[in-house]
T-cell receptor
Framework: TQLLEQSPQFLSIQEGENLTVYCNSSSVFSSLQWYRQEPGEGPVLLVT?????EVKKLKRLTFQFGDARKDSSLHITAAQPGDTGLYLCAGLRETSGSRLTFGEGTQLTVNP | KAGVTQTPRYLIKTRGQQVTLSCSPISGHRSVSWYQQTPGQGLQFLFEYFSETQRNKGNFPGRFSGRQFSNSRSEMNVSTLELGDSALYLC????????????FGSGTRLTVV
């Protein structure tokens, strides 16, 4: 059983559409990070959320951390082909020190 | 500012051999973590080093080992390679452990035949 359940696993949409990716767990995380990974490269950090209920915006991307710090979401408005990639959520648990636990990832394809 | 550098980028090895992968963190970053990424398991934590000490270890067999040098560069070693060790091995660095965000290298693609 995956500690961080990410959904959907695959998403193919048209340019201009909105989408939301979810990251859920039964465990509490001290922080939740979102990364984007392109083929043949390492993940690139998009944002870190730390406080329950926190909302952060990065241009057309909105990240939210659940009140109980067990879940998070990533919402993209008016998706563009350049948003295509693998989106990964990763959490730090207080009991696991600096060990990141990753979700399975969401492969997003935005078609022009 | 140079990023996290991993060498080599690609590697092909035969079952039973051993391999050493290298990671040079961003200047000033003293914490280095290693992850294995496979299509079936996603990213799995291997181990983390800080100031030449292993602080945390994932659930991998003893064939997987690592070390960190005084200049913060890190190496990981896999002995007696198995087909299932084929994966993308990623290194991530941060200034200190428990940092809120890590910088990953481009990884080493290991193929075991």
């Amino acid at each position: 059983t995956q500690l961080l359940e990410q959904s959907p696993q695959f998403l193919s949409i048209q340019e201009g559409e909105n989408l939301t990716v979810y990251c859920n767990s039964s465990s509490v995380f001290s922080s939740l990070q979102w990364y984007r990974q392109e083929p043949g490269e390492g993940p690139v950090l998009l944002v870190t959320v730390v406080t329950g209920g926190e909302v952060k915006k990065l241009k057309r991307l909105t990240f939210q951390f659940g009140d109980a710090r067990k879940d998070s979401s990533l919402h993209i408005t008016a998706a563009q082909p350049g948003d295509t990639g693998l989106y990964l959520c990763a959490g730090l648990r207080e009991t696991s020190g600096s060990r990141l636990t990753f979700g399975e990832g969401t492969q997003l394809t935005v078609n022009p | 500012k140079a990023g996290v550098t991993q060498t080599p980028r690609y590697l092909i090895k035969t079952r039973g051999q051993q391999v050493t992968l290298s990671c040079s963190p961003i200047s000033g970053h003293r914490s280095v973590s290693w992850y294995q990424q496979t299509p079936g398991q996603g990213l799995q934590f291997l181990f983390e080093y800080f100031s030449e000490t292993q602080r945390n270890k994932g659930n991998f067999p003893g064939r997987f080992s690592g070390r960190q040098f005084s200049n913060s560069r890190s190496e990981m070693n896999v002995s007696t390679l198995e087909l299932g060790d084929s994966a993308l091995y990623l290194c991530a660095s941060s200034r200190t452990p428990d940092n809120y965000g890590y910088t990953f290298g481009s990884g080493t693609r290991l193929t075991v035949v």
